[in-house]
């Protein structure tokens, strides 16, 4: 992929703009291969003297406070838990492999960056990496993504303008952005008007330093049917909630009644307490209940 990204830079030029949008399958697995996380050979020295470190959620204790469905088995995220993480070698191996997948992406990235330099595009051309999903490293007791955790829905994004003022580099923003708003931006960049259909949002704004009034949250879904012949339940649990600037609000759907969580993400990041049932955040249930109703109608 990195040689075509060269071979397309090399048909451009400094008076026509390009846009190129590169998906690269690394870092990601082989589902149906037993060594998952195939990396090339010249980084398999890279982290072999490193003990990396266990999260906080990937410890037996935290595992048993989750409900029975969420603990089954026979779910995919503890499936292929037990492919990668189920002993303190194969999490080793199995992180240290994702991590080299990474460094190739990483090294890709550095070749088309010079490939720029060299033809006279760097100057005026705006990048943008963007991970399309997270993945779950063994925290909570899971492998692969699927569920409202942050290790799961909380992707990086960032963003390279080289026009911009040394004043606004390395700047971190704190509103939210959303995989949505990346098609807006690049029209705005380019010129370009964006439809009214659009969901998604310009964020050239504040990648340009401005404050403005933004979105305090959004609906989260994953409502993907992975129910085998004869499997007694889908084994990616159905959720949807809210994810705001504090409060984090899921529900499992599919339950008999239906399973919620409420994190307070200001006091606990890496969402270890449900909060449900707690007196004191009733009304805060409450209200993201009813945002979740809102937003969900907004998507009909």
């Known amino acids: 992929m990195g040689e075509q990204c060269v071979e397309f830079l090399q048909g451009c030029t400094t008076d026509q703009p390009f846009c190129l949008s ?13 060594r998952q996380f195939i990396y090339d050979p010249a980084y398999k020295d890279l982290y072999k003297d490193v ?42 191996e199995s992180v240290k492999g994702y991590y080299r997948l990474i460094t190739g992406v990483d090294v890709v990235i550095g070749k088309v960056r010079k490939e720029l330099e ?10 943008m990496l963007m991970g399309d999903n997270g993945f779950f490293l063994s925290e909570h007791g899971f492998a692969g993504k699927w569920y409202g955790y942050n290790e799961s829905i909380r992707v990086p994004l960032l963003v390279y303008d080289p026009r911009l003022p040394r ?29 009214r259909r659009m969901q998604g949002r310009d964020l050239s704004p504040l990648i340009g330093g401005e404050t403005r009034p933004w979105r305090i949250d959004f609906l989260y879904e ?6 085998p012949p004869n499997a007694a339940q889908n084994l990616i649990p159905k959720t949807e909630g809210v994810v705001s600037e504090r409060y984090k609000y899921l529900c499992y ?25 707690q007196s004191n955040y009733e009304s805060t249930l409450k209200a993201m209940r009813v945002r979740c109703h809102q937003l969900r109608l907004q998507c009909e």
């Open 22 to 34: 590169v998906s690269f399958k690394a870092p990601h697995v082989q589902d149906s291969d037993p």
């Open 51 to 92: 003990q990396i470190p266990v999260p906080p959620t990937a410890s037996g204790s935290h595992f048993q406070t989750l409900p029975a469905f969420l603990r089954d088995d026979a779910t995919t995220a503890r499936v292929r838990w037990r492919m990668r993480f189920a002993t303190p070698k194969a999490y080793q």
């Open 118 to 127: 060299r033809l006279g595009l760097a100057d005026n051309t705006v990048i």
């Open 167 to 195: 004043s606004l580099r390395g700047q971190s923003r704190e509103e939210i952005a959303l995989n949505i708003d990346l098609a807006p931006t690049i029209l705005a960049l380019a010129g370009v008007p964006i439809p």
């Open 222 to 227: 994953h409502l993907f049917e992975h129910r």
């Open 253 to 277: 759907i599919e339950q008999e009644p239906p399973y919620e969580q409420l994190f307070d993400l200001k006091v606990d990041p890496y969402e270890q307490h449900n909060l449900v049932g």
